[in-house]
Structures are given as C-alpha cells and as structure tokens.
C-alpha cells in the first residue's frame, strides 16, 4: 500500500510504500522517547520525498552514522536514516496522513541499542532500486 505523509507545516511531504498491517517499533532510547517517533523502517526504494529537500537539516549524534532530518521550519523529524538501517529509510508511523490497518508496535529497546540492533537489519532489505530521495522536488505545490 501506498501512503503519503509529511512535516506539521507541509514544507516536506513524502510517499511510502509499506506492506499490510506493518510492524512498528516503540524505542525507549532518549531521542525516541523524548520526541515520540514510532519507527516504520522500510527499504530506501520504498520512499520517495516529493517536496521540501530544502526544507531538511540533519542532526547527529553519538556515532554519527544516523542521519535524523527534520523540518527547519516546524521542526517535525517525518523520517530519517538510521543508524541500524543506513540502506533504509525510517518513517515516523504518526507522520503519515492516515493510519494503515492492523498496525503492530512492538516495544524495541533502544537503551541498549548495542545488543538489540540486529533485530532491525532486516527491515531495509529490497532487491529494488536506489531511493528517490536526490530526485525530489525541491518545493511543494500547496
């Protein structure tokens, strides 16, 4: 199924295609916790950002490997590349403009991160195409 999504001012809109009743994980690491991001981690072809590549910054920390983008302007993080998954692409399940059905949040404990982050590996697998990500307009139409 086809989904579309974006950052609260619309300056970033996106689409992901995910499979029925996804699988979701509810982190408990501080930067999760804190912002409330429900990770719907999906193979880079699946996504394509439609509008607003200018309107991203990215933010890193500890190891630097994850590239956590949000909006500049309203400070939405819709998605990001994780640092589990650096071939896939981390949509914020509550970033989407309507819910899928049969959603499953499964708890993942991001505390321990170290121990726990293979479980994830194989979310981003796809023997698909690159992602669109650098072919994205560079302004929404709204």
């Known amino acids: ?30 930067i999760c916790r804190m912002t409330g991001y429900l990770h719907l981690i999906v193979p880079a072809s699946r ?8 309107a991203l910054t990215t933010y890193r920390f500890n190891t630097g490997v994850a590239q956590h983008t949000f909006c500049r302007f309203c400070g939405i993080k819709p998605f990001y590349v994780p640092r589990s998954n650096p071939d896939g692409i981390d949509v914020n399940l509550r970033c989407l403009d309507r819910m899928p059905d049969g959603v499953r949040i499964v708890p993942f404990d991001g505390r321990n991160w170290e121990q726990h982050a293979a479980r994830l590996a194989h979310k981003s697998r796809d023997p698909g195409s690159a992602s669109a990500w650098a072919q994205a307009a560079s302004s929404c139409g709204s």
Do not use: T, W
Not at 8 to 18: K, L, M, S, T
Not at 47 to 54: D, M, V
């Open 1 to 30: 199924m086809l989904y579309q999504g974006g950052c609260h001012c619309g300056a970033v809109r996106f689409e992901v295609e995910i499979p029925d009743a996804p699988e979701v994980e509810d982190c408990n690491c501080s």
């Open 47 to 54: 996504f394509r950002l439609l509008c607003g590549k200018q």
